[in-house]
């Protein structure tokens, strides 16, 4: 599997989208800059393409795909329902990273939804991504491009790492903007349930309708024998090989308990730098808004791994706005350790 291919990396100059867009149509899995992470993108109606998908990734095939759009008329050939809190939300949000789940068409098959009578529909604002839709003609599945259980990819290197000799392409597109995935809804009657926080937030949804509900899986660990709203929440997922622990309290109790620590090969993940001249181990600042955060974070975590960190002490963010969805990811990479100070 990992030497299939000779991964060509490609640029988003019409002639290469117009490259990458053929292999699509012949049935192959390209990677795909997006304005959240970078995606693996396949012909959304291709049961076999997307069949490579999950080959790619090591994904697990309960899992499902998000569907991507370049053109809200193509959402008819997807969803065979669509609220009007859904239009609502389209006509706001989108081109942007908002995932609406929504009742699939037949044409949608079950491997892409996991199985699922629903699919999660989205249209990127990345002009590469874009130009990719429009130009194979389909719509396209696409999962976060990193292998099964790692941190997502923000940069094509990070893909290229994780994909090199599993795809014939990855198109570069920069460093991703927003750099965790879309927030992904879904609708229940008037109310608007988050199952994945992203940039998109409770608040900015509080606009389309004042009953928005969060998925207890966004916060709480998910028992593996229960249903889930969402299966993506159920899985191991953006973890460095590091141990990660969130370490909740304020900077100076923060380096006052790492110092305590006797650990090698130890990094710190924190948010202001100017904070932290007192730390006595390596450490990575992501910034002091949420935005930042969320920014950097992946990136960060595949830095600890490149530097053999071991254990890697992470500061605890805040939970508002933008900071849930910070905060969502990061406790899934520490597996739900979390050190209250
Ligand atoms: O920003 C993003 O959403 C990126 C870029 C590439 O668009 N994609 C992405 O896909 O993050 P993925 O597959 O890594 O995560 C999709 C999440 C999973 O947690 C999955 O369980 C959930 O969305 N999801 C997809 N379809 C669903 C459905 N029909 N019902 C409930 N959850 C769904
Ligand atoms: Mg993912």
Redesign the pocket.
């Known amino acids: 599997m990992d030497n299939k291919y000779d991964t060509e990396l490609l640029t988003c100059s019409p002639e290469d989208i117009k490259r990458a867009a053929g292999m699509i149509r012949a049935g192959e899995v390209v990677g795909?800059p997006?304005?959240?992470?970078?995606?693996?993108?396949a012909n959304a109606f291709d049961e076999q393409a997307a069949a490579k998908i999950f080959a790619a990734k090591g994904?697990p095939s309960d899992?499902?795909?998000?569907v991507?759009i370049s053109d809200f008329t193509m959402i008819s050939e997807i969803a065979a329902e669509l609220p009007q809190l859904a239009v609502t939300c389209a006509k706001r949000f989108w081109p942007g990273?908002l995932?609406m789940?929504l009742p699939?068409t037949p044409k949608i098959p079950s491997s892409v939804?996991?199985g699922?009578d629903?699919?999660?529909v989205?249209m990127?604002s990345h002009p590469g991504?874009l130009a990719l839709i429009a130009e194979a003609g389909v719509p396209l599945a696409?999962?976060?491009?990193?292998l099964s259980g790692s941190p997502?990819p923000t940069t094509a290197e990070h893909v290229m790492s994780d994909m090199r000799g599993r795809i014939p392409a990855i198109i570069d597109g920069g460093e991703c903007e927003?750099g965790?995935?879309?927030t992904?809804i879904?609708f229940e009657q008037d109310a608007i349930k988050i199952?994945?926080p992203?940039r998109i937030t409770a608040q900015m949804l509080m606009e389309i309708t004042p009953d928005i509900r969060i998925d207890k899986g966004v916060l709480h660990r998910v028992d593996n024998s229960e249903p889930v709203?969402?299966?993506?929440?159920k899985y191991k997922h953006y973890s460095p090989k590091a141990e990660v622990f969130l370490i909740d309290g304020t900077a100076e109790q923060f380096a006052e308990y790492v110092a305590k620590q006797d650990v090698k090969n130890g990094l710190c993940i924190v948010f202001d730098s100017s904070d932290m001249g007192g730390l006595k181990m390596p450490f990575i600042s992501i910034g002091n808004t949420a935005v930042e955060q969320a920014h950097g974070l992946f990136s960060a975590l595949r830095d600890a791994d490149r530097r053999g960190a071991k254990v890697v002490f992470a500061r605890c963010p805040k939970t508002d706005g933008v900071g849930l969805a910070v905060y969502n990811r990061l406790i899934r990479a520490a597996a739900f350790r979390v050190i209250e100070l």
């Open positions: 795909m997006t304005e959240t992470v970078y995606g693996l993108a994904r899992n499902p795909l998000i991507h990273p995932t789940v699939k939804s996991g699922l629903t699919v999660g989205r990127p991504a696409a999962p976060s491009a990193n997502s927003a965790v995935e879309s992904v879904c199952l994945r992203g709203a969402s299966p993506g929440m």
